[in-house]
């Protein structure tokens, strides 16, 4: 109750100082009072819970009241024993209440300071924009400093401003290597206002200001150059674990891209088996056909060169479809695969890849109608060839 209401605490105190003195009276002039001891108490209360204020006006309350009954003493017997351990009593209580209270004052005056420290790391801790990020701030500050707060911050070539008047956004940049003004503003009250350069590493990286209706001592303003350091440091902690997480993130979204690359390669591989199996069954197929026919069985010359004929077409093919592998080898490596390219009749190429595909039994019958005016296309004979095999092959039966 005593911190809460500061009026209403010293007028308790006073009370407890009035209530000690009236108890010390009845002491005759001759001899000490014993009470006198009992006016630490209220000094004490009064540094405890109001600070070098409370410490400073209870023992001044204190002293007032012993000095009347000390000069009646000294009068009566002189200044003896008696009147000067009483006097060496006030003295103690008006030393005791100011320095203690000072001290009480101060270190609630520092644990301000690291909550408001604590506060500023808290609050740049989110992973929110910068700009929202610093008016949050800017509201802590204001709330804990009672004070007008703006902060400028450099984001690569733009300012980030958190603030409510633009003049002050405008001072904190002209003035970002530091500036104190007594009297910011007309009125009947001084303006102080205070700008700070946040910097890194001997670089500035944005400005603190601080302006406040009334007083702003030296302490509380190198106070506030120690919180513009805590701020440069937790605002580049900020940027160096958002940098990290986007990093991080970067790096997971390369892993997976290459996770996915893996497992397309991968499928592609299996489809890639699939497909040379069919593609060297046929050829091998019509190979090892007609070589058992040639061995097993009596065939005219003619049947014969037909058949040896179909065989080279089908060792053609085989070598053609390596090609096609080699080919895809060179594009995988980024090379363009090497074309020969001539005059091709399109009526000799369709009959030529119908007899690759013809085979020994004659299971695929096709019939080419090719008109011979057509224009003969320019190609690559090989790879033409290859083409409408694989067209063919394909084509359901």
Partial sequence: MIR???????????ACVVAIALLAADTGPRSASPWRHAYALPVLAGALALGVVGGSVTALAALMTQAPMLFVRVEAVGLGAVALDELASAAMLLVLGPLLGSCVTEARRQRERYATVLAVHETLADERPLAHILDALRRRLNDRLAAEVTLAVRDGERWIVA???????????????????????????????????????????????????????????????????????????????????????????????????????????SVFVAMASHELRTPLTALVGY????????????????????????????????????DLSRLERGEAPPLRLAEVPVGPALAGAVELLGGPQGARRIVVDCAPELTPVRADPHALERILVNLLSNTPW
């Fill in 163 to 269: 603030g409510s008047d633009a003049h002050l956004f405008d001072r904190a940049v002209e003035h970002a290597a530091g500036e104190f003004l007594p009297d910011a503003a007309d009125g009947p009250r001084p303006h102080r206002r205070l700008s700070v350069p946040l910097c890194v590493r001997g670089e500035t990286m944005g400005v603190l200001t601080v302006e406040r209706v009334g007083e702003l001592p030296a302490g509380e303003r190198r106070a506030l150059a120690a919180l513009a350091l805590h701020i440069s440091a937790a605002l580049e902690n900020a940027r160096l674990v958002a940098r990290q997480r986007r990093f991080a993130d970067e790096l997971a979204d390369k892993v997976r891209a290459a996770t996915d690359r893996l497992e397309a390669l991968d499928r592609a591989k």
């Fill in 291 to 326: 070589s058992e026919l040639l061995a097993t069985r009596e065939f005219s010359p003619g049947e014969v060169r037909r058949q040896a004929e179909i065989m080279r077409r089908q060792t053609r093919r085989l070598a053609g479809i390596i090609d096609d592998f080699l």
């Fill in 4 to 14: 809460g209401r500061p009026a209403v605490g010293l007028l308790v105190l006073g």
